[in-house]
C-alpha cells in the first residue's frame, strides 16, 4: 500500500526566507513524485514532478525538490519566498505500476509580509 | 478553454436528493480522475477511467456514488440520496501517459 506523509500541516515563514515543505512517502513499488499547489479558490496546479533521472527537480516560480530514495522522501524547497506563494501545497505519489494518485493532507504555506 | 471545465461550481441540495456533477477534460486526454477534497483534507481518491470504462472504482465510499463517461470525454459523477456528509469539494482532473495531473477547480456541493 501507498501512503504520502506531510510533516508540517502549517507553515508560517517571512517574505525573502528560505522554506522547505517536507514529504515522505512510503511504498513497496517505484513511484512518480509531484508537487501540487492550491491557491485560495482555484484549482490545484502542478508545480513540479520528479519521473525519473536527476533526483533534483526544478519547477515554477522558483521551486524545487529533491527525490531521495533512501529515505522515501521528497521534499520541496525555494531559496526565498513571495507573499504570492501563500497557499496549500500537496505532495502526491504515483506507483509507477498503476495510475491511482495518492495525496497528502497538505501544507498551508504563508508568508508573513 | 484549454483547462478541466468543472459545472457546476457550487451545488446546495438537500438531503436525499439526487446531484449530477459534470466534468469536461482537455481535448484529447484519455484518463479521467474524480476526487473528493474536504476541509482541511488533500484529494481523496474516487474513481478513475481510461477512455470510457471505469479502469478503478475503488475508491467510491458506497454504491449512492456513480460515475459515466460514455464518450470517452465528458464525465459526470452521480449521487444519489446525498446526506450531509458528502459535502466536499469535487474535484475533476485530465491525465496523459506522462503522469501529470490537470485538474478542474472543482464542484462544491453542500448538502443540508
Known amino acids: 500500500a501507498q501512503s504520502v506523509t506531510q510533516l508540517d500541516s502549517q507553515v508560517p515563514v517571512f517574505e525573502e526566507a528560505p522554506v522547505e515543505l517536507r514529504c515522505n512517502y512510503s511504498?513497496?513499488?517505484?513511484?512518480?513524485l509531484f508537487w501540487y499547489v492550491q491557491y485560495p479558490n482555484q484549482g490545484l496546479q502542478l508545480l513540479l514532478k520528479?519521473?525519473?533521472?536527476?533526483?533534483l527537480v526544478k519547477g515554477i516560480n522558483g521551486f524545487e525538490a529533491e527525490f531521495n530514495k533512501s529515505q522515501t522522501s521528497f521534499h520541496l524547497r525555494k531559496p526565498s519566498v513571495h507573499i504570492s506563494d501563500t497557499a496549500e501545497y500537496f505532495c502526491?505519489?504515483?506507483?509507477?505500476?498503476?495510475?491511482?494518485?495518492?495525496f497528502g493532507t497538505g501544507t498551508s504555506l504563508t508568508v508573513i509580509p | 478553454g484549454a483547462g478541466v471545465s468543472q459545472t457546476p461550481s457550487n451545488k446546495v441540495t438537500e438531503k436525499g436528493k439526487y446531484v449530477e456533477l459534470r466534468c469536461d477534460p482537455i481535448?484529447?486526454?484519455?484518463?479521467l480522475y474524480w476526487y473528493r477534497q474536504s476541509l482541511g483534507q488533500g484529494p481523496e481518491f474516487l474513481i478513475y477511467?481510461?477512455?470510457?470504462?471505469?479502469?478503478?472504482d475503488s475508491g467510491l465510499p458506497n454504491d449512492r456514488f456513480f460515475a459515466v463517461r460514455p464518450e470517452g470525454s465528458v464525465s459526470t459523477l452521480k449521487i444519489q440520496r446525498t446526506e450531509r456528509g458528502d459535502s466536499a469539494v469535487y474535484l475533476c482532473?485530465?491525465?496523459?501517459?506522462?503522469?501529470?495531473?490537470?485538474f478542474g477547480e472543482g464542484s462544491r456541493l453542500t448538502v443540508l
Open positions: 482532473a485530465s491525465g496523459t501517459y506522462s503522469g501529470e495531473l490537470f
Open positions: 511504498s513497496s513499488v517505484s513511484v512518480y
Open positions: 520528479y519521473l525519473s533521472g536527476s533526483t
Open positions: 502526491a505519489v504515483n506507483p509507477n505500476t498503476g495510475n491511482q494518485f495518492y
Open positions: 481535448s484529447g486526454h484519455t484518463a
Open positions: 477511467f481510461q477512455g470510457t470504462g471505469a479502469a478503478d
